[in-house]
């Protein structure tokens, strides 16, 4: 099996599921033209964060690392009347691009975007109160992982949803020499305190497509 061959069998999905439309194929394209880099998840990867939040009745989702929009729109598509998404990016051309990705794909009144340092974000949000969150997506720099771990958790309720993206680096994770790269030993210090936490119960799964070789994590509040 070869990287052409996850590709092929990514692309058959999204024709046969039906993984993709017109608005998201033009939110791609906005982002592409503004400079955006392609990090965005994978169609497929899409609706299975779609799914993970249905299935836990997600009414207010919080997502870090807000890019061109495209993992919002699909989170807020799934959102009941009344839900809202909170959405953290750090560089603020990305957040223009993606505001007005959303806007243009009619969800302005279910996003909002907060543009700053992640880490000063949450704790704005610790403080505004409000209802705990009930589905988080955390796809950001990783080698803040365990710091947004933390805010996430700040912000939940038994039985929240934590879903964290990006978690493989390539089979990086388990290599001691490259725990001197950042992001990696960001998402190995993520894997420890979630092991660690006994307010979650957490898995981890490796994926192969057209993201190349990844995973992602997925926790529960309880």
Known sequence: MDDARWIAVDQYFERTLGLSDRTLEKTLAASRAAGLP????APNQARMLQLFAQ???ARRMLEIGTLGGYSAICLARVLPAGGELVTLEANADHARVAADNIAKAGLADR??????DARVSLARLREEGGDPIDFAFIDADKASNPIYL?????????????????????????????????????VFEFFERMGADRRISATALQTVGEKGWDGFALARVL
């Open 55 to 57: 299935m836990c009745g």
């Open 38 to 41: 392609e990090q965005e998840v």
């Open 111 to 116: 996003v909002r975007i907060l543009v700053g």
């Open 150 to 186: 933390e805010g996430v958790l700040a912000l939940s309720r038994p039985g929240t949803v934590i879903v964290g993206d990006n978690i493989i680096r390539a089979g990086r994770i388990v290599d001691p020499t490259a725990r001197d790269d950042a992001d990696v030993r960001g």
